[in-house]
């Protein structure tokens, strides 16, 4: 493939997406959407609701795609810059290709999306453009800006690869503000429609401000934000480890076992946040209508957090499993299997409760032996213990990483064995004070728990990192090294772990998309814009899975699509034409 | 009645023991699996028995988790794996192969999949909604009440607090108390008589969770305003603004929390 | 002699002094009654309700709200005692009372207190009448039951029709005798007394073991018809008689859903052979609580349902306990059952409110009625008066029986009737089916009633031919797995 | 002096909370009779008449069953007027008398004969045993009350049975049978021995009497109770005094 130049891929890029925007602003004159007088009209087959939730989602995971693996590039090319060290560069260039190709496939789903729910949702759509047309506008405004820094970004990247790398780089970040710039437009809409503000009880705009300004706006733009990150770096952990187990040369496999783990471990530092943003969102959503809090935490919705909870424990075991793996390639590492155990049973049990349902559903026969609730399960079932249980879970996954950051080591410092002891002290306090919290907060009221002590449970998990990670940082300040990392010494079942937590973490996404859409229930815009369409009641959980299912498999069918589309044309010998 | 699973139990521990003393990492696994299956069953000694549901979930978890577990080292997996590749593919093992590849494994798994195709005696469920959203507001006998942040007269009326009380207890105990249970913990005397069964109101999952606006609105409306999700054909919940005013409602309100223990969220 | 020094006591040393040794003073009172304070504080709080605060057994539970009414401590008569007749009760039968509760009253187990709370509770308990507690009484040794024989039952059932315990439990056990529908069947605190029905063991109030029996027969129940046997039976006749009632006790079998049986043709008669040897599912009941008139106190605890079908029919049989059957001509309304089906059944769970459906979702009913044996089919589509109506179109083939305190009520239609109206029975469909319950005694008429919730019935289709497939194919897939895998490995190995 | 009122003040309360505790302690109790010697004691005898025009004819109670042993309808035995207007079955006594002889040791009787209890009305003494008996072919069930409270309830099946009970408490006992709901009997249950009933000619006859002034009661079963006043015995002597009822 030859070198396309910087202008014709920026034109390239504009001329794409004014296709598209031409196309659907085509259609949608043709269809005339808001001429009718009936709210709805049915899409063939599966219906409106099927067909928006699941091309909303895919673009939805494309979108956190695209949003997410440019803060992971320019994060590894500015390293790779800084430290003139090659390989990074050369993850960020991959990854920058990613998603450009991403880019267009976000365009073109976001094109049907378009088509789609003005067609089909004509009364709905009209209320959204009465009260947020103007920042539909300014969307598109933003798009066109995005996509010629994209394609600059990207088709620039050998020319200034040698000159004005720091300039490069700064182009990178402007990738990442329009994309920061979109997702809170995105955001602000769909805050509106569950948590909506700034208009009278009959849907009449007062304040366009407040309109966007919503409870849910900011800490959804923060979640999606973060989770952006984690997503970004899974993908770019599950393409690692894609490359490793079909490489056969010891220097791709060296390469991408790297590529993987540090994919793997930003993924995963920025999972660590999600809980508590997701927090956050939680006491927005109380404070906006404490029913919908009820609602989404203990109502209908109860048992999909335990699918959740199950999720991200899987989630957390992949990591840990591919972390303890990783042991085996660190010279000096088989000196750490005896905490694994340890760690192991930390996870587990924290896994363990954290999965446990509250009300459990039950056949009419246990239910009068159990009676309403389990003495035991439902103890367990409890947000008292659930936070607990997660943050234990979580803690004990950064020891693993902890551990495994020092396993070739020896400190040589004077105070070593001192440093040692202070950081057992830690970590037994650590563990020690968060089970300790979590029995008190069951003998407290909720208002309190929810309040000071979630928050003491979550400073101290914090705490404990950074000072382990400051302690490390001095303690192993001029270490004797055991023996470097063998890279790419490590078993295909490590990789299909890194794969599991990008599968794993997209379900949940898709999952956490219906949860955070259903809690509207039958409403549009809660509360102001019903929705009296024969699709206004929710689906089973079942359901809701399959969907969430079907889209996952699509996603990574498109994604798989990409790798080898990217694998393909590297396989081309340098230099030659296509 | 003899039980066996404190046996199953017994069993998989010692097997457990044994393998992992004698490095055979695969039996231990199969010996933990069997140890914690029974385990979890003999919860019912201690306390009701685990729901089945619950039990099929811990148990994909020990089975995920071991067999991850005992896949950290090299070594240990290739011996994990080593009794299964013996099995199949040692030519001198050839009786065992035949029994447990070809004739218990596939009578086993023939087994299961009879247990799911034969016709069971299983009616629809369906998730249900322990707490419904409510509306904005209620009409209570024709007078309008916001439920959004709704404050309790009864609560903030501190100088009557035992006259509420007193008053909120008859209530319960003319009104509630035959499915509610005389010590509110949900097990009134025809409490059997329904399902779902009624909700206790002891322990910290229930109203202790929630709004008094909400407790308000489920006795005021009882079934009349469920959604579909909270199958409002099979509940048995009156709805009380026919039988209670506005300020009686609230004080057994007021007198389930306190006697409960119990505040609102 | 004394150190001076000690001599000068400062002021403010008598003044701490003086307050300590007030302090003690005031205090030695409280604490002695501290215990009768707890005691009264938990009473107070948790017995009151029903016991009424001064022990009268008036409290707001009481009356129209419960049946048996509340002890009323202040009388000092005991229905639970080990003691004989006409004693105290010690205080361990009262702390078993409180901890086991009685069975088929509204008195729960209570299991939330201490030891020492219970304890504190009998303490204040006792003061209500403290006359009966002045005299100490020797409780009966209950000693071991013996093990069941079929000698003993024998034995049993000779003492049951000598002591003529069936005058008031009738003759099949069910509390159907007529001495105990005579006018002063009372007790002592002048509400009427029921015999227990002997073949349902959850409404034992003493409770339903082979000692619990042992004990009541030993003991009678004191403030009530029933006597005490104590000096007229050995022990050994006494427990071969506890063992004879526990023989009449019926298996309850509660669940979810009836099996319904596939035969030739549905047996006309309630007494046929064949309905005996179908299975039955059990439905706890309950008062309708929802609408005026309500039900508080319903004396139908339980209803047993049995059902068959044939090619063109389906019959569903109703069983149940009353011990004084009305016909409608003593001035009570008659005895009544009533079936219930939604009109359509939805495949998901969808269902029409579990007692006379609601606006959307109308219901089936087939009514009969004792007065003059017959059943009607009816459609309700909710609770108001005008809400049900009567079909024109009759598909109901009723048969009844009476017997021993026992109905027996059979209803037959065809699945298929034809009418709109009426429910159509489809085997392998679960069927949500409830029962309403009118005991005339009770004057149970209209709104006021005793209800279940929603069951199911699922005539059971023919065994698909996947079950006879797919188990082998799956063995077969596994073998092949098998194969498979080892031809791999071997592969490898090679 | 501030001390001396503070001082003052505790003690005063402590007191008060004491005093409040033994009140409820202390509920009456009855003064217990004393056996004495009685030498020389005097007597009160006389009739129980019915004073009123025409006295109440006797009733009949239907049977509900056993008719074929016991017929249709029995007597209810309330009413045992003779033609002198001379009352049977009427219990008189001395109320609240303190002291005087031995109680004597003789058993009560109750007998279940021909669907009634025989005798009718009977005087007891507490403390004393009471037989019970069935001498009927089918059940009875003797259920008696003091005050309409239970004192006890024994079955007695099988016919010559008989069962023996201390009399604990004193009072008017109501016996009845649960099986037979007009069966009804009493048993002057008395903790002196100072209480008679009349017979068939309405006489009785309460001696060694300690001399001094008592008060005098009369009950019946259908006309309740009378004061008869109070009667001054003198030893040796015997008052004379009628129990009239109206």
Sequence with gaps: MAEVSTTKGISKGVVKLTVLLGISFAIILLFKPFATEEAYRAFPVIGSRVWVWIIAQLHLNFAAFVLGVPIFAVAMEFIGWRKSDERLDKIAHDFAKLFTVGYTITAILGTVLLISLPILYPKFMEHMMKILGPTWWLYIVVMYTETIIVAYYYYSWNQMKTEGKGKHVFLGLLVNLAGAALLLITSSWVGYMTTPGGVSEAGELVSRWDAIMTYMWLPLSLHRLVANVVFGAAIGAAYAAYRFTTSTSPEDKAYYDWMGYTAAMICIAAYFILPGIGYLLGVEIYAFNEQMGIQLMGGFFAWLWVMQAILMGLILFFINYYLWISLNKMPGGERYFKYVKLLYIFTLLGWAIWMTPHSVAVSLEEARRIGTYHPILGNLGVMASKNTATIVAMLATFYSYAIFRIANQEPTVPWAKTGTMVKAAVMIASFVGILWIGWYSYIVPAEFRVKVLSTIQFGLFFGVMIATLVIDKYLYKDAHIIGEPEWGKMPDRSQYALIGVTVTFTWLMSLLGYMRAGGRQYWHVYGIVKDTSPDAFLPTHGFASVVASITTILFFFVVAAVFWGIIKTEKVPEGGTS | MLNIYPIIAGVGIVISIISAMKKAPFFNYLGILMAMYGLLKCVEFVAPPLPGQVILMYMAMFVFTFLIYFSIKEDQFQAFLRPMKTVLADDDKKILRVLIVYIMIPVLAGYITYGKVKPQLAPPTSARIVHPEPPASITFRGEKISLLGAESPVRNDTANRDKHFEAGKRIYYQNCFYCHGDDLAGNGYIADAFNPRPLPFRGTDTIAQLPEGFVFYRIAKGWTTLPAGSTPWDSSMPAFDTFLTVEEVWQVTFFIYEATGNKPR | MLNKNKLIITEGEITLKTLIVFAIMILVPFVSSAEMDRGKMLYDSWCAQCHGYEGDGKGYASGQYTLPQPRAFDSGTYKFRTTPSGERPTDEDIIRSTRKGNPGTTMPPWTRFTDDEVNEMVEYIKTFEEETFEYDAEPFQMGKAPAVSDALLTQGKEIFDKAKCWECHGKAGRGEGEKGWQDNFKNDWGTRAYPTDLTQAWEYRGGATVEDIFRTVTSGFDGTPMASFQSSYSDEERWSLSHFVTSLQTERKTGSALSVKKVDAVPASTDDAQWDAADYLDMPMSGQLMFEPRQFAPVITNVRMRSLYSDSEIGVMIEWTDKKPNKGDDGLPSDAVRLQFPVTVSDGPEKPYFFLGDKNHPVNLWFWKASDNTAVEQNAKGQKENDLVQQEKNDMLAAANYSDGHYRVLFRRPLDSGDENDITFTPGKFIPISVTAFDGAQNEQGLRATVSGWYYVMLEPPTPMKVFVMPPLVGLAFIGAGMGIRKKLKEGIG | ?246
């Design chain 4, 1 to 246: 002096m501030k001390k001396l009122l503070i001082i003052i003040l505790t003690l005063a309360v402590s007191i008060a909370f004491t005093a409040d505790i033994d009140a409820k302690k202390k509920k009456k109790k009855k003064g217990k009779y004393k056996v004495t010697e009685v030498t020389n004691g005097g007597s009160i005898s006389g009739k129980a008449l019915f004073a009123g025009g025409t006295p109440p004819a006797d009733e009949t109670k239907a049977l509900t069953s056993e008719q074929s042993l016991c017929g249709d309808s029995l007597p209810a035995e309330k009413y045992l007027i003779n033609g002198n207007k001379e009352i049977k079955n009427v219990v008189v006594y001395l109320d609240g008398i303190k002291e005087g002889k031995a109680v004597p040791k003789d058993k009560a009787f109750v007998d279940n004969v021909q669907c009634a209890f025989v005798p009718h009305v009977s005087v007891g003494y507490k403390g004393n045993e009471i037989d019970i008996k069935n001498s009927d072919p089918v059940f009875h069930n003797v259920h008696s009350y003091i005050k309409g409270k239970t004192t006890y309830n024994l079955g007695l099946p099988d016919p010559g049975s008989m069962v023996t009970k201390k009399m604990k408490r004193d009072g008017v006992m109501e016996v009845k049978c649960d099986s037979h709901p007009w069966m009804l009997g009493y048993v002057f249950i008395s903790q002196h021995p100072y209480a008679v009933a009349t017979g068939d000619d309405g006489s009785f006859t309460i001696s060694d009497i300690p001399a001094g002034k008592y008060k005098v009661k009369a009950w019946h079963e259908g006309f309740g109770e009378i004061d008869l006043g109070k009667i001054t015995v003198e030893a040796g002597k015997t008052a004379k005094v009628n129990a009239e009822f109206k």
